[in-house]
């Protein structure tokens, strides 16, 4: 059955190679791209153990000389948990997801060269569970007697409790089993383990340690600080100018230079991740489109310079349903070939990206992904002219045309 | 005019070797009406594509206009063709995007020539076949024989020294082919050079002289009993 | 006969439209996506400052932590300095300028009640700054050398804080309200975005330059508000601002600029020299491991073009190529359709050449509508990653080498994609389509 097809294609060499080729570089491209989608969608879609959806943060900077912290923010925090909507608010000088913040390492003990291990951390409120909407896996939050204020800048006090992510803390002490009530220090402040958070992300999204996060209650000096602010369901987005306005206008002696949705910083930090997807899909989409387009057009081609042998086939009794077949045939052929030489081509790539940038090796469920696209993609493509061959009168093998 | 000695013309495919033309040898003189006739496969439309330069033979010398054009490269070969050759083809051969015109206008873009001498020459060339109205139709605007008609007007714009006409009434009824074959006549009375490939022995009378191919030679110098008009070679010559 | 073949192409890309159509949005898309990703490319990997690249020189030192090397590879250096050494380098002799800096956040505090106030982020650096880095002046000028030790309170404003807050008028000589204290405006610059922002590196490449610049020196005399990056190692109490300037604190941006680019062979020298006299005082206990890199060696040590980019630039001229591939395919259909007519051209005198020249500017006057098409695309393009992706906002303009660089990649590319069907065309023999079929 292929052999004929074979020979007809060859009379057609340059058309049949040029798709082909399309097809190949296509699926190279589309396997790869689909590769890094699906891994940058993988990264976006992480738990970051927060209640995103439903939380504001504003960052205010004192300027005035007579500015009071520690005043701004008992007065602050009383009006926002007052505003209709919000179900709570605490004080954090930095904002997770935000690519802002501080980190340090901490040690088991006081010595300087124990194991030490990284991680973000905020210093807020005791409210901070609810607002964050993180879920404690053990133990409590803070209590407000465990509040440190800190009016002397020079001469601050150190939180003595911590609730902490678990990745942390198992990186912290990889034999415990249990860690409420672990100490561990930052120089020679101890601090205690009062909760675990199950999972939550710290500042920086990119950050190897993204998942080592420790909240402490601490509201600092000044003159920076900022607020968390889990609104109701759904209302965080209304509620924003509102919390915007309501702040600038209830204190004079400071700016907010800052207020945004949670949502919106997540995505800010995930925005090169999310350009690349949105590039990415903009790629594979034409080149699907572009490639049908080659093959609907050389199919097309075919048919019209084959009408006469068409007609002449359907005269001595090819059914409809043969010249379609014929017309599948040499089309998945076609493809076929697209796609041997495009596996090559998709590992060559693989392999370029990978070795010359971060990119991971394939995954090679993905290769078979690919071919099933392409061979789709081909079927339908080829539908069209196919129909209209098989439409071919056997008439026109006694026209001279 | 046209001098054709010993040409031979042999095809090559993977599988066979088809030998078209054989030593053909043949004389035209300045001012004649050839027909070339011969049953198909005898080589006709061969010998009309080496005689217009179309092709080049495999061996053997041909002089054209006291020139050996045998071995000429492309470029000289199409510089001859559209200097001193015209052509009529059984299909007419008009491009279907140009206009009258502009299809008469082709040869003579090819000759770089001045505007306005190409205007003159086409339009004088379209009133000589008696469609200078209909200068800005198509040719799917036209009849056959208007569109044949055409086609000579296209050889004749150039002046050409020599006429080789294919079939010129072959796709044509035989009143449009009588009117073509008359203009045909006319051309050559006012002393170009025709020769016409034909397997119609009827037309072949018409001419002054026919050849006539078997098997890729000449055969016979006249079959049909033809005779060249002395007076008409002298007319123009 | 340049006109004639114009005519002809034109003539015959009006008989099949879609065809013609689909031939130029091919190159077009192939163009477009490739122009986009090449801007973006060619923007990030752009010289910011191309008059002085090579005689400006970012200066580390390796002063990190004995027990962990500051990054993966220990040869490299962090890209910040602590205050003492960033003092010390001021003084170290060779460059003949040279500018510490690091970020500062200020609020202007308008004399007007009716002007709100206005945080601003603010570059600390020395005098020097303006002249290094070619920053452009509307008014005035740096301030002198002098303030770079007295820590006067004077202050360079951009075009758009003395617009706000002067109303764009020479502001030179008059003072404006910063945080607690009086700032003399000493100058006013001109629009300056270098992209990227190659001083420093610590917060994003392409962001905003900073709103107004104040003298370095100023840290010396009391606590000031950080913005930028700060790293420590070791236990410390930096609580106090004098212990923080004193700490191991790296978190101080350092510039130096030559004569000649090769000073920096002997400058190295003198910086090693330093690092070994300050670990004679229990200083740098890291091996030594000092750089000092030249704009262009210090935008390929950031990384400065993402992989990202580099990845797409290479995925959209693969994406080109398969749009090229198709454009011959139906290139090479549609003059194989015309084998007829070009057998009557041949016939009637038009030599190989002709032929080539007229299908040769039948493609080329595709690449050009192609080009221009797919100008149109990137420009679009462009518009949207400007409006969608944050920290494109200054990044990507056409210019005129970039649109230069569109068409030629389009006509380049029809040219390629036309010359194998146009080489086939001239290959056909002219007898054979002449016969009736």
């Not at chain 2, 306005?116 to 000589?128: H, Q, W």
């Not at chain 2, 139709?137 to 036209?142: A, D, E, K, N, V």
């Not at chain 2, 080789?164 to 009143?175: R, Y």
């Not at chain 3, 004679?280 to 000092?290: A, C, K, S």
Request: aromatic share 8%.
């Amino acid at each position: 059955m292929f052999r004929p097809i074979l020979s007809a294609m060859s009379r057609n060499k340059t058309g049949a190679t040029l798709v082909a080729m399309q097809i190949a570089i296509a699926l190279a491209v589309i396997v790869n791209a689909l590769f890094i989608v699906q891994q940058r969608n993988a990264l976006i879609q992480r738990d970051t153990g927060m209640a995103v959806d439903e939380i504001i943060a504003v960052r205010s900077f004192g300027f005035a000389e007579n500015y009071d912290q520690q005043g701004a923010v008992d007065d602050d925090l009383l009006m926002l948990r007052n505003m209709p909507g919000v179900v709570s608010a605490d004080y954090s000088r930095s904002i997770p997801l935000s690519g802002s913040g501080s980190a340090t390492s901490f040690r088991p003990d006081t010595s300087e060269d124990s194991e030490s291990a990284q991680a973000n951390y905020y210093f807020t409120t005791p409210d901070i569970v609810q607002t964050l909407g993180i879920e404690l896996a053990a133990g409590r939050s803070f209590r407000p007697d465990e509040m440190i204020r800190v009016t002397d800048p020079d001469n601050p006090d150190y939180p003595k409790v911590a609730i902490a992510t678990r990745a942390f803390l198992a990186d912290l002490f990889p034999d415990a089993t249990e860690y409420v009530g672990k100490t561990f220090y930052s120089g020679q402040n101890g601090v205690e383990v009062v909760g675990v958070i199950e999972q939550m992300h710290g500042s920086w999204v990119t950050w190897d340690e993204l998942n080592n996060v420790v909240l402490m209650p601490l509201i600092d000096a000044g003159p920076v600080s900022g607020y968390l602010i889990r609104t109701e369901q759904g209302a965080a987005e209304r509620l924003l100018p509102e919390v915007e306005e309501a702040l600038g206008a209830s204190n004079r002696t400071r700016l907010i230079n800052f207020a945004q949705t949670m949502k919106d910083i997540a995505d800010r930090s995930y925005s090169r991740d999310r350009g690349m997807i949105v590039a990415l899909s903009i790629v594979i989409a034409l080149l699907v489109i572009v490639t049908a387009l080659g093959i609907v057009g050389l199919a097309a081609f075919n048919v019209r310079a084959r009408t006469k042998q068409i007609g002449t086939r359907r005269a001595v009794g090819a059914t409809r349903g043969d010249i379609l077949q014929y017309f599948f045939a040499e089309n998945w052929l076609l493809t076929t070939g697209g796609i041997v030489v495009g596996v090559v081509l998709t590992y060559v790539l693989n392999y370029y990206l990978a070795t010359l940038y971060s990119l991971s090796r394939l995954d090679n469920l993905y290769v078979p992904v690919g071919i099933f696209i392409m061979w789709g993609l081909g079927f339908l493509a080829v539908l069209g002219p196919a129909r209209r061959a098989s439409l071919i009168s056997p008439a026109v093998a006694t026209r001279t045309v | 005019m046209l001098k054709m000695n010993d040409i031979s013309r042999v095809y090559q495919t993977d599988l066979v070797e088809t030998h078209a033309l054989r030593g053909l040898t043949l004389d035209v003189s300045d001012g004649e009406f050839v027909a070339v006739t011969g049953p198909s496969g005898s080589g006709k439309t061969t010998f009309l594509n080496i005689a217009g330069l179309l092709e080049v033979p495999t061996s053997g010398e041909y002089v054209l206009d006291g020139q050996v054009v045998s071995q000429l490269n492309d470029r000289d070969r199409s510089h001859i063709r559209n200097q001193k050759i015209g052509f009529i083809f059984q299909s007419f051969n008009l491009i279907p995007d140009l206009n009258l015109f502009d299809n008469v206008d082709v040869p003579l873009r090819y000759r770089r020539m001045p505007r306005g001498e190409r205007k003159s020459r086409i339009e004088s060339a379209l009133s000589r076949v008696g469609l200078q109205s209909r200068m800005k139709h198509l040719p799917s605007q036209l009849s056959g024989g208007q569109q044949q008609r055409v086609a000579i007007a296209r050889a004749l714009a150039g002046e050409p020294r020599f006429l080789l006409a294919d079939e010129p009434t072959g796709n044509l009824d035989s009143l449009m082919a009588r009117q073509v074959m008359d203009i045909l006549e006319e051309i050559n009375g006012q002393g170009t050079t025709v020769v016409m490939v034909t397997h119609d022995a009827e037309l072949a009378r018409r001419a002054h002289r026919t050849i006539c191919l078997l098997d890729g030679q000449v055969t016979d110098l006249n079959p049909f009993g033809g005779q060249p008009n002395d007076g008409r070679v002298a007319v123009g010559a | 006969m340049f006109g004639y073949n114009l005519r002809l192409a034109v003539a015959s890309l009006k008989r099949s439209p879609v065809l013609s159509a689909l031939t130029v949005g091919l190159i077009a898309l192939g163009v477009g996506m490739s122009m986009v990703t090449l801007t973006i490319y060619s923007a990030m990997s752009g010289d910011p400052i191309p008059a002085k690249s090579d005689v400006l020189f970012a200066v580390q030192v390796d002063s990190w932590d004995p027990r962990t090397p500051w990054d993966d590879d220990p040869s490299v250096a962090p890209p910040q300095l602590t205050y003492i050494d960033a003092m010390n380098l001021r003084d170290l002799p060779g460059p003949v300028r040279r500018a510490a800096m690091f970020k500062g956040v200020y609020t202007i505090i308008p004399d007007s009640p009716e002007l709100k106030p206005d945080l601003v982020g603010a570059r600390m650096t020395d005098g020097d700054f303006f002249d290094m880095f070619n920053v452009p002046f509307i008014y005035g000028g740096r301030w002198s050398a002098d303030i770079d030790d007295t820590a006067e309170r004077v202050v360079v404003l951009t075009r758009r804080i003395n617009e706000k807050f002067f109303g764009g008028a020479n502001s030179v000589g008059e003072t404006l309200q910063l945080g607690t204290e009086r700032f003399r405006v000493a100058g006013v610059i001109d629009d300056w975005e270098p992209t990227p922002t190659f001083y420093d590196l610590n917060n994003g490449y392409f962001d905003d330059t900073q709103d107004v610049f104040m003298p370095f020196s100023m840290l010396q005399f009391g606590s000031l508000s950080r913005g930028g990056n700060t790293n420590c190692w070791g236990q410390e109490d930096t609580s106090k601002w004098e212990d923080f300037l004193n700490s191991n604190c790296l978190w101080i941006q350092f510039w130096v600029e030559f004569d000649r680019a090769r000073d920096r062979d002997a400058y190295l020298r003198e910086l090693d020299a330093y690092t070994v006299a300050q670990k004679e005082l229990g200083r740098m206990p890291r091996p030594l491991n000092n750089h000092v890199m030249n704009v262009r060696e210090w935008l390929a040590h950031h990384e400065v073009v993402g992989e990202d980019n580099t990845v797409l630039v290479g995925l959209s001229f693969l994406f080109l190529a398969v749009c090229l591939f198709n454009a011959v395919g139906i290139l090479l259909a549609r003059f194989m359709g015309k084998s007829t007519t070009i057998g009557v051209r041949r016939a009637l005198g038009a030599s190989r050449g002709a032929i080539f020249r007229q299908h040769i500017v039948e493609v080329g006057l595709i690449g050009a509508a192609g080009g221009v098409l797919g100008l149109a695309l990137s420009a679009l393009g462009l518009f949207a990653v400007r409006k969608l992706q944050h920290g494109y906002e200054h990044l990507v303009n056409l210019d005129a080498g970039l649109i230069a660089s569109a068409i030629g990649i389009a006509v380049v590319s029809s040219i390629v994609a036309g010359l194998y069907p146009t080489w086939r065309v001239c290959q056909l023999p002219p007898a054979t389509y002449l016969k009736a079929q």
